[in-house]
T-cell receptor, first 113, second 113 residues
């Protein structure tokens, strides 16, 4: 069966510090991968998606970036965090065959102080 | 692009009553409509989905209906229980290409014992 992991689960970082969040998927190959951000009490904002190694599409211009160094690994990064980067970050993957269901990871709670 | 509207934003029901959440979509090419349940501090969990070639789908106490002509779909929860309390998100996609989902803004359901 497929499993999606995210770490760390929680993170408190000062403004201006770098960021690296990791997402890995097990039990599938060449998944479509997504990064979402969810502000407190708000909906899901798509940040990046990737259809393969080295292929990244950005949905929202900001000080975040994403990379996909391996087939089942997706990384979200920032060189300098802003207060507005606080939120709940979710990674998701999509089956590449019918019915193309999307599954979310457990999330990372980021607080920028 | 696709736009998904979700109503109501909050819903309170007595335990044992039914709950209905409604969504409308704008892109007539959308053909896949999942529903997610998000408990506090966790990632969204796929609970049921429906494709455009089906008008209704049921899974125990949960059902989803789709009206392609009117471009709206609904989630029905019967015999609600306190553990149904969560935020529910609807979504829509065209099911091909990037398999990208467009989400509604969510409904916070509270089931009062």
């Amino acid at each position: 069966s497929q499993t999606i992991h995210q770490w760390p689960a929680t993170l408190v970082q000062p403004v201006g510090s770098p960021l690296s969040l990791e997402c890995t998927v097990e039990g599938t190959s060449n998944p479509n991968l997504y990064w979402y951000r969810q502000a407190a009490g708000r909906g899901l904002q798509l940040l990046f998606y990737s259809v393969g190694i080295g292929q990244i599409s950005s949905e929202v211009p900001q000080n975040l970036s994403a990379s996909r160094p391996q087939d089942r690994q997706f990384i979200l990064s920032s060189k300098k965090l802003l207060l507005s980067d606080s939120g709940f970050y979710l990674c998701a993957w999509v089956r590449d065959y019918l019915p193309y269901e999307q599954y979310f990871g457990p999330g990372t709670r980021l607080t920028v102080t | 692009g696709e736009n998904v509207e979700q109503h109501p934003s909050t819903l309170s029901v007595q335990e044992g009553d039914s709950a209905v959440i409604k969504c409308t979509y704008s892109d007539s090419a959308s053909n896949y409509f999942p529903w997610y349940k998000q408990e506090l501090g966790k990632g969204p969990q796929l609970i049921i989905d429906i494709r455009s070639n089906v008008g209704e789908k049921k899974d125990q106490r949960i059902a989803v209906t789709l009206n392609k002509t009117a471009k709206h779909f609904s989630l029905h929860i019967t015999e609600t229980q306190p553990e149904d309390s969560a935020v529910y998100f609807c979504a829509a996609s065209k099911g091909a290409g990037s398999y990208q989902l467009t989400f509604g803004k969510g409904t916070k359901l509270s089931v009062i014992p």
